[in-house]
């Protein structure tokens, strides 16, 4: 049997439109599984807010309450679907946010914190900025001898028009995310790199026949390197610099962290790629599954072996916790719904796990953080941990 917690989540799921017709069904059963008839709630019930919320707080509860002694399910046989669009509101019953139940309108007094979306300015080294979101698909932008085209709604496209006067120009152009924001860019030798919320990379319009070579400025991003050869057959170097750390990768999937300037993570998920930088000007190999750790301040590096799945899961569209401490995660809320946090860290004890899509409310993964005992007070754009 599930938590009430889970029941929770799909309350908040169905809310925000994310749930599938299997989860609503669930959540329906769970709802009614005590009832020896089914509730019926007719559609005009919705219209009297209150007493809706007190109905539905009363239910909730001694559902709560039957969990904790019942030890099956009751199937029921029919399902209303004014049942089914009273049952979303569960969450406003139990959670942080009381929402308005009108028939038409769907208004919460905390405003919905939204979750990220694709939202990049590129700044290029003419001084023209664009915001890429507010682009369409398959716009162009010329310049310099390079197209640049918009795929979809979250990823630019670097093209060579005019090789000689790309060359002769290799102009270089930023792309940044803001909080809230992420963004994929394809570079002009077929290199593809995804950003990360609050991340910046530094790239040329072109890259010249004996190495590559790109610069993330801030934040985090993924890498899938394309292998080029130049004349003679010879592996063209692709180079990834993070503050004083130099990334050497011949072709390869990695993710570079590089959030806390003071300590950048390298991790690697497929190839090979070497880190130098450290104070004895040593090179490091790494292979996959493991992650190079440099810190700036002492110039020192070092080795590990780490889980792939939560790191690499942001590219995938989701949080994935294992065993995270309260500032990991909450680091990970504040950048992605752009939001400002307030804790003490020494005062709580947490361990997380969890798997949560990147795409869901604000107050859904909250709700999450709620069922591990951590509680804390939503005000406009911050949220105080308690």
Known sequence: MHTPEYYQLLANKWLDGTISDLEKAEFANWYNQNNKEDIDIPPDFAENEELLQNRILEKVLSKIALDSTTPKLSRIKRLKPVLIAASILLVSALGITIYHAKMNTEKAIQQAISPGAPKALLSLSNGKQFNLDQLKDGELLHTNGIHIVKKGNSEIIINISDNEKAMQNN???????????????????????????????????????????????????????????????????????????????LGTLFNVNAYDQQEVQT????????????????????????????????????????????????????????????????????????????????????????????????????????????????????????
């Open 171 to 249: 102009l270089i152009n930023n792309i940044s995310t803001p909080a809230g924001g992420e963004y994929k860019i394809q570079l002009a030798d077929g290199s593809r790199v995804m950003l990360n919320a609050e991340s910046t990379l530094q790239f040329p319009s072109v890259f010249s026949t004996n190495k590559r070579e790109v610069k993330l400025l801030k934040g985090e991003a993924y890498f899938e390197v394309n292998k080029v050869q130049a004349e003679g057959k010879k592996s063209v170097p692709f180079y990834v610099l993070s503050g004083e750390q130099i990334i050497e990768v």
């Open 267 to 386: 991790t690697l998920l497929e190839g090979s790629v070497q880190i130098g930088g450290d104070a004895e000007n040593s090179k490091s190999r790494i292979k996959p599954g493991e992650q190079h750790v440099y810190n700036s301040k002492s110039g020192k590096s070092f080795i590990r072996e780490v889980s792939l799945n939560p790191i690499f899961a942001w590219k995938d569209g989701y949080f994935l916790f294992e065993n995270a401490d309260l500032k990991t995660v909450l680091d990970a809320y504040s950048r992605w719904y752009n939001v400002e946090v307030e804790y003490d860290s020494s005062k709580v004890n947490f361990e997380f796990v969890g798997k949560i899509p990147r795409n869901t409310s604000f107050e859904t993964a909250l709700e999450v953080l709620k069922t591990t005992g951590v509680r804390y007070i939503l005000s406009g754009n911050k949220l105080i941990i308690n």
